[in-house]
C-alpha cells in the first residue's frame, strides 16, 4: 500500500509538545524521566494510526508507552488521535528500528510489540524482517532481565521465519497461537490493530510472546 505523504507532517508532529518527542537519542537511559515516574516502558515497533497502543495506554495508566514509526506522515495521525485523550503515559517518535539500540539503554524497556510488521516475502530481504537476528540481537539488549516480545503477524511465513529465528537466537517462546480470534477465550485481553479489524475475517492472526532466556 502506498504511502501518502502529508505536508508539513513533521512540523506539526512538533508542535505536539505533550505527545511527540522530537530528538529520541537525547533520551536514551533517560526515558523514566521523560514520563516523571519508575513505571515499566512498553513500546511498539511500527505502530500504524496508533488504535492499538491508544487503547493499551487507556487501559494501563501505570504503564509508559511509546508508540515509534519510521514516516512522520503515519505517526501525525497517532498525535492528531492523542491530541483528543487526556493520557500522561503515552509518548511518539520517529525511530527507524534497525538503530534502535540508539536510543534505548541496556534493560531499558520492559516489552515490544510487533504488530502485522511488513514480512518482506522475498529471501533476498530475509535480513529486513523485524524477528531477525540483527534486530533480535538489539531487542536482548534494551530489554530487561524479564523482558517480552508479543508479535502478531497474518502472514505465514514471517510467523514460521520468526518461530525459527526466535529459537536460532535464544528465546524462549511462549503462548503460541495459529488462530487467534478463534483462541480469544485464552486471550480475552486482545487489542486489536486497524489492520486486524480489517484482515481478521479474510483468514488467521498468529501471535506468539517471546521471552529472553
Same mark, same amino acid.
Given at each position: 500500500?502506498?504511502? %501518502?505523504?502529508?505536508?508539513? !507532517?513533521?512540523?506539526?508532529?512538533?508542535?505536539?509538545?505533550?505527545?511527540?518527542?522530537?530528538? $529520541?537519542?537525547?533520551?536514551?537511559?533517560? +526515558?523514566?524521566?521523560?514520563?516523571?515516574?519508575?513505571? $515499566?516502558?512498553?513500546?511498539?515497533?511500527?505502530? @500504524?494510526? @496508533?488504535?492499538?497502543?491508544?487503547?493499551?495506554?487507556?487501559?494501563?495508566? /501505570?504503564?509508559?508507552?511509546? !508508540?515509534?514509526?519510521?514516516?512522520?506522515?503515519?505517526?501525525? %495521525?497517532?498525535?492528531?488521535?492523542?491530541? =483528543?485523550?487526556?493520557? /500522561? *503515559?503515552?509518548?511518539?517518535?520517529?525511530?527507524?528500528?534497525?538503530?534502535?539500540?540508539?536510543?534505548?539503554?541496556? @534493560?531499558?524497556?520492559?516489552?515490544?510489540?510487533?504488530?502485522?510488521?511488513? $514480512?518482506?516475502?522475498?529471501? &533476498? #530481504? &530475509?535480513?529486513? %524482517?523485524?524477528?531477525?537476528?540483527?534486530?533480535? /540481537?538489539?531487542?536482548?539488549?534494551?530489554?530487561?532481565? &524479564?523482558?517480552?516480545?508479543?508479535?502478531?503477524?497474518?502472514?505465514?511465513?514471517?510467523?514460521?521465519?520468526?518461530?525459527?529465528?526466535? *529459537?536460532?537466537? @535464544?528465546?524462549?517462546?511462549? #503462548?503460541?497461537?495459529?488462530?487467534?480470534?478463534?483462541?480469544? =477465550?485464552?486471550?480475552?485481553?486482545?487489542?486489536?490493530?486497524?489492520?486486524?479489524?480489517? +484482515?481478521?475475517?479474510?483468514? $488467521?492472526?498468529? %501471535?506468539?510472546? !517471546?521471552?529472553?532466556?
Amino acid at each position: 500500500m502506498r504511502l %501518502r505523504k502529508i505536508k508539513n !507532517a513533521l512540523e506539526k508532529l512538533q508542535s505536539d509538545k505533550k505527545h511527540f518527542i522530537d530528538n $529520541p537519542t537525547e533520551n536514551k537511559g533517560n +526515558w523514566k524521566n521523560i514520563f516523571g515516574n519508575d513505571n $515499566p516502558i512498553h513500546i511498539e515497533i511500527g505502530c @500504524g494510526k @496508533g488504535q492499538f497502543i491508544i487503547e493499551l495506554a487507556r487501559r494501563n495508566p /501505570n504503564i509508559n508507552y511509546i !508508540a515509534i514509526e519510521k514516516f512522520d506522515s503515519v505517526l501525525l %495521525r497517532v498525535s492528531e488521535k492523542l491530541l =483528543e485523550e487526556d493520557l /500522561n *503515559n503515552i509518548k511518539i517518535s520517529i525511530i527507524d528500528a534497525i538503530k534502535i539500540s540508539e536510543y534505548f539503554d541496556k @534493560g531499558e524497556v520492559d516489552r515490544i510489540y510487533l504488530n502485522f510488521s511488513d $514480512p518482506w516475502p522475498k529471501t &533476498a #530481504h &530475509a535480513k529486513r %524482517r523485524l524477528t531477525s537476528s540483527q534486530f533480535l /540481537n538489539q531487542y536482548k539488549e534494551i530489554l530487561s532481565d &524479564a523482558g517480552e516480545l508479543h508479535q502478531k503477524t497474518d502472514n505465514r511465513g514471517l510467523f514460521e521465519f520468526s518461530l525459527e529465528s526466535f *529459537n536460532e537466537n @535464544g528465546w524462549r517462546i511462549n #503462548h503460541v497461537s495459529l488462530d487467534l480470534h478463534k483462541d480469544l =477465550e485464552k486471550y480475552p485481553f486482545n487489542i486489536t490493530t486497524e489492520f486486524e479489524d480489517k +484482515w481478521s475475517k479474510l483468514g $488467521p492472526i498468529y %501471535r506468539l510472546e !517471546a521471552l529472553k532466556k
